[in-house]
Structure formats: C-alpha cells, structure tokens
T-cell receptor, first 114, second 114 residues
Framework: KAGVTQTPRYLIKTRGQQVTLSCSPI?????VSWYQQTPGQGLQFLFE???????NKGNFPGRFSGRQFSNSRSEMNVSTLELGDSALYLC?????????????FGNGTRLTVT | DQQVKQNSPSLSVQEGRISILNCDYT??????FLWYKKYPAEGPTFLIS?????DKNEDGRFTVFLNKSAKHLSLHIVPSQPGDSAVYFC?????????????FGTGTLLAVQP
C-alpha cells in the first residue's frame, strides 16, 4: 500500500512569491491535514480537510490556504511568501480521525524562502 | 502559548535500559494523546496513543502513562535499542481523537548508546 506522497520534496522561492504544495493521501483515507515544522516551534497544525470540506483550521494567517479534491488529494497554497515561512510542510492522512486510525505522515516538502 | 510542552530537548540512554520521555499539557480539554517518532528526512510515525479515560496503555516495548490531575504523560521504552534513536513528539487532541487536529510538543531527541 503506497504511503502519503508529497511533491515536490524541496522548493526554493523568493519573498513575495506564492507556492503550491501537493499531497496524495493513502488510498481510502478521506481526511488530509497539514502541519508546519520549524526548529523552534515543533509541528504546528495548519488545517484539516475531510471529504473536500475544511474541518479544522489552525492559527495561521490567511496567506495559508488549502483545498481537497474529490479523490482526496490535497493542495496547500502560501501567498506572498515571507522569510519566516521557511519550514518543512508535512501532510498527513487518515480514514476519519486519530482515534479510529493513526495519522500517516508524508516525508514533507522543504520550503526555503530567500 | 505552548499547550503541549516537552521540557527535555534531548535524552541519552544506554542500550537495554529504560527511556522515559515526558510531556506536560495545559489545556484541560485535551482528551486523547499520542506519541510519534521521527527520523531525519522522514515524516513522523505513530507509536502509541491513550484516551483520557485510561491511565496506561501498553504496546510491546512502549508504554504510555497518563496523569490527568497533573496534566502529565510519559512514554516508557523498555528495553531501549539503538534503532529507537529519533525525535519523539507528544501530541494531544481535544475531540476524543475524532479529528486529525493535533497539538504537538516541540520534541525530545532520544539517543540510545550501544
């Protein structure tokens, strides 16, 4: 069974640009969530999508957005990039919620903003 | 405001001994807790979880203890093996694990010495 796939693995962008990251969940998983990992802050929850609807949202500015498609694949977008957006962005999927099935993480997209 | 805290950034243990990783939380609404392990360049992998209705959960070499009155949980690894060397994250959920919104601690780097 294929795991969670994130593309691309690495990205270098310039301040002010925008970026789109992609995530393909494990087959059969309807929930996709996104996390940002930085050295000082650990993993911080961005948002979660379930059946194409945003189910939860973290405390990030509106520059961070996401969506989920009917095949459960998800994208997240960051507009007007800032230096502080440099981080590892992790996508995770599960069937419904962590109680029923644990979150399975992808290997992340490393975003560097210069 | 760090709702989930892992106050030890690192821990070194001899192979075969017990590793104890600690985690404190401040939000009394958290009712489901998880531990994840992360190797470099990989996404976190699920280890073990515990509901707030329990005070202990065991899975092989891994045991999680929950002390609700102290808002404290710990992960015990017995016996520790060199392959356990990784960053361990504690995470909490408010919704009984019904969603995938997790609040993570900042992680503890465990080094198991052969």
């Amino acid at each position: 069974k294929a795991g969670v796939t994130q593309t691309p693995r690495y990205l270098i962008k310039t301040r002010g640009q925008q970026v789109t990251l992609s995530c393909s969940p494990i087959s059969g998983h309807r929930s996709v969530s996104w996390y940002q990992q930085t050295p000082g802050q650990g993993l911080q929850f961005l948002f979660e999508y379930f059946s194409e609807t945003q189910r939860n949202k973290g405390n990030f500015p509106g520059r961070f957005s996401g969506r989920q498609f009917s095949n459960s694949r998800s994208e997240m977008n960051v507009s007007t990039l800032e230096l502080g957006d440099s981080a590892l962005y992790l996508c995770a999927s599960s069937r419904v919620g962590v109680y029923n099935s644990p979150l399975h993480f992808g290997n992340g997209t490393r975003l560097t903003v210069t | 405001d760090q709702q989930v805290k892992q106050n030890s950034p690192s821990l070194s243990v001899q192979e075969g001994r017990i590793s104890i990783l600690n985690c404190d939380y401040t939000n009394s609404m958290f009712d489901y807790f998880l531990w994840y392990k992360k190797y470099p360049a990989e996404g976190p992998t699920f280890l073990i979880s515990i509901s707030s209705i329990k005070d202990k959960n065991e899975d092989g070499r891994f045991t999680v203890f929950l002390n609700k009155s102290a808002k404290h949980l710990s992960l015990h690894i017995v016996p520790s093996q060199p392959g356990d060397s990784a960053v361990y994250f504690c995470a909490a959920s408010e919704y009984g694990g019904a969603t995938n919104k997790l609040i993570f601690g900042t992680g503890t780097l465990l080094a198991v010495q052969p």
